[in-house]
Every structure is written in structure tokens, then in C-alpha cells.
């Protein structure tokens, strides 16, 4: 008789969901202790997002089929806290995700082009009519359509996303990975503003006119409170000001023009006299 071959199939241990909690709490808190800077994702319920910028930024994920066989398991890890560092910056996301070992993921995410990112301004002019209302996605649905619409609109396909994990997964989209993209989402919810510098482009672009502005920005260090209440954010120092002087630029030659139009008394004399 041959010899038998043995044949070996290894399951790693059953880790219950608190369990799962607890080692990437104490995994964060380690880091902590060691001095690194660490932003945790912390999900609250059963819904990885709650506000308009992050339901769509999950929405646009999951209607690609690129995705789909991965994201299951990145929304568990995600809920279950194990992405325990997320950062956003210009272009690129970074984080670290707690599973078996502690994995480094890094995504880069193309800005939009220029001549896609003016025809949507453009497509948007008039309809946007506050900085409060762009970060709160309280739009029309033309807006929210536009805004979101596949290839055209402000959300990235997987063309344009570079995905990588220091994880053993050979796929691109581990779930690691997956579980950082849907931690993006979740992080929209209270810094909307983030969207807009992942994709290389200035969100006071789609304000709707001056005199929107002129009434929005008049109470610019109010607006500012409010917003840093309202999402936890720090507005940079010289966004709104320079969008505030710009307004009132606009609005000073509007009505310089107004008054040059306007006829003088004398002329409304003069034009008296000729219908009389």
C-alpha cells in the first residue's frame, strides 16, 4: 500500500464581537501610550454613517462590482472598532486596522479633473446658497443627484483609487482595506469638508452667488462656532475671509454699476421737461 497523505486545514479561533472590541481598544490604547497620534473609527449603532456625505460616499462604494465581494467583511471590521487609526489628506488616506496582526493601509484617490470639476460647479450655480447647507448636504435632489452621479460627479470610481495593505491578501480589496474605505464614510459624517480635500478640489467653489455669500459670510466668526460645533471642525483660518472679501467685491461693483445707471436729478428733470 502507498502511503497516505495527511491532509491538514487550519481555522484560526473563533473571537467573539466584544472580544474583537476589546483587543482594538487596548490595541489603540497602547499606541497612545507609545505616543502616537491616533484617531480611532467609533461607530455608534448599526449604521456606519448617518449624514448625507457619508451615506453617499457608501453608497458610491458598494455599486461597484470591483468591491462588492470584499465590503461585507470590511463593514464588520469597521463596526467592530478594529480600525483604530484614520487619517485624510490631500489625495490619500491612511490607517491602521487591528485583525490577527496590526495592518498599515494606504489608499491614493485622484483629485478631480479640472474640466470635470468646473462643469459640475457650473451644473451646480445658483443651487448651493451656504457654507452651513454645503457641509450639511441639505440640497435639492438635483443637486444630491448631480453631486453624486456615477463617473461624473464628486464620488471616486475604482479607476481612480490605488488601494494597499501590508496584510498577507493577495486581492487589492482585502478586508482591511474595505474596512478603511467604509471608515472614510463614517468620518464624513462629522468632518464633510474631508471629501473635498481627498479629491484636490476647494468646496467654497460651489457657492451659489455673491450676494448668497455676502449673507452667509457678514457673520463669518458665528458661521465658524457654529460649524465647529456643528461637524467638530477647524474651517482654515483664511477660507472664509477671502471668500467673505471676494463677495463684497462683487457686490461693491454690482452696486457701482447700479448707481452709474441710475439717473441724476438733473437728467430726471431734463427727461421731464421732453414728456411734458
Known amino acids: 500500500m502507498g502511503r497516505r497523505r495527511r491532509y491538514h486545514s487550519y481555522f484560526p479561533p473563533y473571537v467573539s464581537v466584544a472580544e474583537r472590541k476589546e483587543e482594538a481598544v487596548q490595541m489603540a490604547a497602547k499606541l497612545k501610550k507609545k505616543g502616537e497620534d491616533i484617531n480611532p473609527v467609533v461607530i455608534e449603532g448599526r449604521s456606519i454613517a448617518t449624514t448625507f456625505w457619508g451615506k453617499a460616499w457608501c453608497r458610491n462604494l458598494e455599486q461597484y462590482s470591483d468591491f462588492e465581494n470584499r465590503l461585507p467583511r470590511g463593514r464588520s471590521y469597521v463596526r467592530h472598532g478594529s480600525v483604530i487609526d484614520l487619517k485624510i489628506d490631500t489625495g490619500k488616506v491612511s490607517g491602521l486596522v487591528n485583525g490577527s496582526s496590526l495592518y498599515k493601509v494606504k489608499i491614493t484617490i485622484k483629485g478631480v479633473v479640472d474640466d470635470k470639476w468646473k462643469r459640475l460647479v457650473d451644473q451646480c450655480s445658483g443651487q448651493i446658497d451656504s457654507l452651513i447647507e454645503l457641509l450639511q448636504g441639505k440640497f435639492s435632489k438635483s443637486v444630491m443627484e448631480l453631486i453624486t452621479q456615477p463617473e461624473l460627479g464628486l464620488f471616486p470610481n475604482p ?76 474651517l482654515a483660518e483664511s477660507a472664509v475671509p477671502k471668500a467673505k472679501a471676494k463677495a463684497k467685491e462683487k457686490v461693491e461693483k454690482k452696486k457701482i454699476t447700479r448707481r452709474a445707471k441710475k439717473p441724476t436729478l438733473a437728467e430726471k428733470r431734463k427727461a421731464k421737461k421732453r414728456t411734458a
Open 159 to 234: 479607476k481612480e483609487i490605488k488601494l494597499s495593505c501590508s496584510c498577507p491578501d493577495y486581492a487589492d480589496m482585502c478586508k482591511h482595506v474595505a474596512a478603511v474605505l467604509y471608515g472614510v464614510g463614517a468620518r464624513l459624517d462629522s468632518r464633510p469638508e474631508d471629501l473635498f480635500l481627498l479629491r484636490k478640489v476647494n468646496h467654497m467653489d460651489l457657492f451659489a452667488t455673491a450676494e448668497a455669500l455676502e449673507g452667509v459670510q457678514d457673520g463669518a466668526p458665528e458661521v465658524s462656532d457654529d460649524l465647529s460645533e456643528l461637524f467638530g471642525i477647524d
